[in-house]
């Protein structure tokens, strides 16, 4: 075949091609090979579509999408690609057949990740059936779903010349057989079908007639069997996945694996993917989600018979805590200060980069890590809520670090160890979980290490590189403490010198200032009264403050407001003022791409102003620096509806849709922001009519 591939044997053949079973000759690995039928690349563009798909898909980084290694063309002009070789069945050896709703919710889930993460990248699949979908034999958990054929049902419609439409007329989406832009809610409406036929064993509008089938998409109002009985909630998380007009879907995976989740809680049933983070949805709802969800943790320790005297002993707490009617004030100010010092401890240790893992030589030293959990074994509502805040502050830190160093020359391996202890913290951040890569079991063994601090020294040692990185200095200081460290640790293995010699080449040019440990040294390390160090100027540090824990948020929303209008005014003023200042700071934080730092202030000034809609655009903008286009449409939406004739936010707002695909929705605000006088507008509506036409 003239590539590095050697093929073992033929695996199968359909519509768009054959594939083959092959080892790669050099690095011994078996993958999946799919050739192409000829007839599919004759056309230079649809090829040169198709090579672009797949080329964004590489870079998909998704435990449940079939990963592509590897594109080329063979000499006779037949497109070849390498995925990743999967032993199992698609799912479509369940039909006729209906499914538990256990299995069910834990297969849907799944798909909602693997496509929410595509759809991230502008990917949409168009063809969501059972069988793009397909279980793994002999995986870790049952059940385990991987989605396969992005990009295929466009490039069968081209080769038709536009004679046949994209997609599988029992899956297809009206706006498919329209022939109209597709997006995100394209996907959403095939996997309601899906979902469909896995709960009733047909599809939601079955036949042979082709055409009658389109029209049923079309024109007919989904209906669901009396038998067997599921769930209203669940019925209706179908039915608006099939609804006929987009904007009456789901707008996103991330609702739709919400709404999934909710209906888990109320109906009370476990399944063998509760371990999955909780979708990044509005925070409130996603932690009333978190907090009533099956604890994955949990169950899996118990399972190993671990932390089982632990658990007793938790259990008697809480009903020694419940025959108790009513703590002593003395009782309540000592908890208090415990939290107070706990959040000290933590906010200490992550100063010194010590967040998951003790420096050498002091394995008894604190960590942020044990500091929170420590927080969370105290069981109190005060210290609770500071956990779940402090969580979220190092787990975003520890996201920005190895942000920072993944695409940094030599940086890339730095980075996968800064986003595995990032979901040690906090499991909901999808870009840490995706490019950490990380199993459930090691990802259990290593919070078990962390919590109890049972690092070997060698371990420490190893990971000591983390924490030298990790400091906040400029590019002479770093490229001087990284001499030193090469120059100390000569029992450093060969490649991560060579990392960390990389790293230093390109320190002074490529890298950039940390976004987290300017969070960490700036407001938590300081007090209010503290002096400029030496290292940091008078104007960086000045009226700088521990931001406000949980107790003492808790004791100010115990405060009295003020009795008369007057004073109501003028308390609003102060904090639509505090709200301004904050967005000022988060502004000047996201320029230097302290992003932490700039997250912090802006939900600072929301909590101030729940109505700024300053913030929320910033918090868009901030979201979008950081590939988060889910987040950012969610926030310029917003900040829409609060200032509808702000012509830059329609403007935002329309190249996020650009961004997801939502083409039409695009179109919409572009035209907006035309009439309110966006000198970019008209550009905005040029790049649409290259896609859409006039």
């Known amino acids: 075949m003239g590539t590095p591939y050697r093929v073992i044997s033929w695996l199968g053949e359909g519509g768009m091609g054959i594939v083959y079973e092959a080892e790669h000759l050099d690095l011994g690995r078996h993958v999946a090979l799919k050739l192409l039928h000829p007839h599919l690349c004759v056309d230079s563009n649809q090829a040169e579509n198709f090579r672009s798909e797949a080329r964004m898909m590489t870079k998909v980084a998704c435990d449940q999408i079939v990963q592509v290694y590897d594109f080329t063309t063979l000499e006779d002009g037949r497109l070849l690609y390498v995925m990743e070789l999967l032993e199992g069945k698609t799912i479509s050896f369940h039909a006729g057949k209906q499914m538990d709703i256990g299995r069910f919710v834990g297969i849907m889930r799944q798909a909602c990740k693997g496509l929410y993460a595509a759809h991230s990248e502008g990917i949409v699949h168009r063809d969501i059936k059972p069988e793009n979908l397909f279980i793994l034999d002999n995986a870790e958990i049952t059940d385990t779903l991987k989605i396969m054929d992005f990009g295929i049902a466009q490039m069968l419609a081209l080769a038709s010349g536009g004679s046949e439409l994209a997609g599988t007329p029992l899956y297809m989406a009206p706006e498919q057989i329209r022939r109209q832009a597709c997006d995100a809610r394209t996907d959403i409406y095939g996997l309601g079908c899906t979902g469909y036929e896995l709960l009733f064993g047909r599809a939601p509008f079955p036949g042979t007639d082709v055409k009658n089938v389109l029209r049923q998409h079309l024109k007919t109002e989904v209906s669901f069997p009396k038998e067997p009985s599921y769930p209203t909630p669940l019925l209706d998380i179908l039915r608006r996945c099939l609804a006929k007009n987009p904007d009456e879907r789901w707008p996103d995976m991330l609702e739709l694996e919400a709404a ?286 521990r931001p406000p824990s949980a107790t003492s948020l808790s004791k100010a929303k115990k405060r009295s407001r003020p009795s008369n209008d007057l004073g109501e005014k003028a308390a609003s003023k102060r904090e639509a003022s505090k709200a301004r200042k904050r967005v000022s700071r988060g502004r000047k934080a996201i320029k230097a791409t302290r992003w932490a730092l700039a997250r912090t202030l802006l939900h600072q000034a929301l909590e101030a102003d729940s109505r700024s809609h300053a913030a929320l655009i910033a918090l868009s903008d901030l979201s979008f620096e950081q590939d988060n286009i889910p987040d950012a449409a969610r926030y310029a939406r917003r900040a829409v509806q609060l200032a509808p004739r702000n012509a830059r936010y329609r403007m935002l707002l329309g190249d996020i849709y650009f961004r997801l695909s939502r083409y039409s929705d695009a179109r919409t605000e572009y035209t907006t922001a035309r009439k309110l006088g966006h000198r970019k507008a008209e550009s905005g509506l040029k790049r649409l009519e290259r896609i859409l036409g006039p």
């Open 260 to 545: 999934l989740c909710e209906v888990q809680i109320a109906s009370g049933f476990t399944t063998a993917w509760d371990h999955l983070p909780v979708p990044a949805i509005d925070p409130d709802r996603r932690a009333a989600i978190i907090a009533n969800m099956p604890d994955p943790e949990r169950d899996f320790a118990d399972l190993q018979g671990k932390n089982h005297r632990r658990l007793l002993s938790a259990a008697a707490i809480a009903l020694g805590l419940m025959a108790t009617a009513v703590w002593s004030q003395t009782q309540a100010s000592s908890e208090d200060q415990r939290v107070e010092q706990l959040t000290r401890d933590a906010h200490d240790a992550a100063a010194k980069a010590n967040f998951v893992y003790p420096p050498p030589g002091n394995p008894e030293a604190i960590t942020a890590y044990r500091s929170v959990v420590a927080l969370e074994d105290l069981d109190e509502r005060n210290a609770n809520e500071a956990s779940q805040v402090l969580r979220q502050e190092f787990g975003q830190t520890l996201r920005g670090l190895g942000d920072r160093y993944w695409d940094a020359p030599g940086g890339k391996g730095f980075a996968v160890d800064y986003y595995a202890q990032a979901i040690i913290f906090d499991s909901s951040l999808e870009t840490a979980t995706h490019r950490a890569r990380i199993s459930l079991g090691q990802l259990t063994v290593l919070r078990d290490r962390a919590s109890s601090g049972s690092f070997e020294e060698e371990e420490l040692l190893a990971v000591e590189p983390l924490q030298v990185l990790a400091m906040e200095m400029d590019a002479t200081r770093r490229h001087a403490a990284l001499s030193t460290l090469l120059a100390k640790r000569s029992d450093l293995s060969p490649r991560t010198s060579h990392q960390l010699t990389t790293l230093m080449r390109g320190s002074s040019s490529r890298m950039t200032p940390s976004p987290s440990l300017s969070h960490q040294l700036e407001i938590a390390a300081q007090g209010p009264d503290a002096t400029p160090s030496a290292g940091l100027s008078k104007s960086t540090t000045e009226k700088k403050s």
